[in-house]
């Protein structure tokens, strides 16, 4: 699903920042708009100036890999691999929202947020590609067995001035 602000139609010229909104386990794309009214607050927000209007893309989270038995959690990715969901976010639905959508396409420009599983998938999807997202936000995401901060993410937190910069 794809939210576009209310002046996307009307201001031809003008390209937008993208978040890509992920639910939690248990549910789908569709959370964030039938539930939560994500749509209607966001409306609301831009309206007040309290947002910026941005394009707004929720997926459904759930991938699997070719041969797999099941879709792979953030929590079951082994260190180096990337889960299906992260090739799906990354070589598929980036590069079609950008192709489809006037966005502006760049890391400044795009974030990522998620609720629970979709909260892990957004550490596990941005701390590892810091060159394609500037804006996380992660939301009671559940944490690794023996998470150790140093060297989670790729040691993303490790140096947390150096995170700041980035």
Same mark, same amino acid.
């Given at each position: 699903?794809?939210?576009?602000?209310?002046?996307?139609?009307?201001? @031809?010229?003008?390209?937008?920042?993208?978040?890509?909104?992920?639910?939690?386990?248990?549910?789908?794309?569709?959370?964030?708009?039938?539930?939560?009214?994500?749509?209607?607050?966001?409306?609301?927000?831009?309206?007040?100036?309290?947002?910026?209007?941005?394009?707004?893309?929720?997926?459904?989270?759930?991938?699997?890999?070719?041969?797999?038995?099941?879709?792979?959690?953030?929590?079951?990715?082994?260190?180096?691999?990337?889960?299906?969901?992260?090739?799906?976010?990354?070589?598929?639905?980036?590069?079609?929202?950008?192709?489809?959508?006037?966005?502006?396409?760049?890391?400044?420009?795009?974030?990522?947020?998620?609720?629970?599983?979709?909260?892990?998938?957004?550490?596990?999807?941005?701390?590892?590609?810091?060159?394609?997202?500037?804006?996380?936000?992660?939301?009671?995401?559940?944490?690794?067995?023996?998470?150790?901060?140093?060297? @989670?993410?790729?040691?993303?937190?490790?140096?947390?001035?150096?995170?700041?910069?980035?």
């Amino acid at each position: 699903l794809v939210y576009t602000p209310a002046e996307y139609d009307r201001n @031809a010229g003008a390209r937008y920042p993208v978040l890509y909104l992920q639910h939690g386990s248990g549910e789908d794309e569709r959370g964030w708009t039938n539930q939560c009214r994500a749509n209607f607050i966001l409306d609301n927000l831009i309206a007040e100036g309290k947002a910026k209007p941005m394009i707004v893309v929720m997926e459904q989270g759930y991938a699997t890999l070719p041969g797999a038995a099941q879709a792979p959690t953030a929590q079951g990715r082994g260190a180096g691999q990337s889960s299906a969901f992260e090739q799906v976010v990354l070589n598929e639905l980036i590069p079609m929202i950008d192709a489809t959508y006037r966005t502006l396409a760049d890391r400044d420009h795009r974030g990522m947020a998620g609720l629970s599983m979709g909260g892990g998938q957004t550490l596990q999807i941005t701390l590892a590609h810091l060159d394609k997202f500037s804006w996380i936000g992660s939301f009671s995401s559940p944490l690794r067995a023996g998470l150790d901060l140093k060297t @989670a993410y790729g040691g993303a937190f490790a140096d947390a001035a150096a995170f700041t910069k980035k």
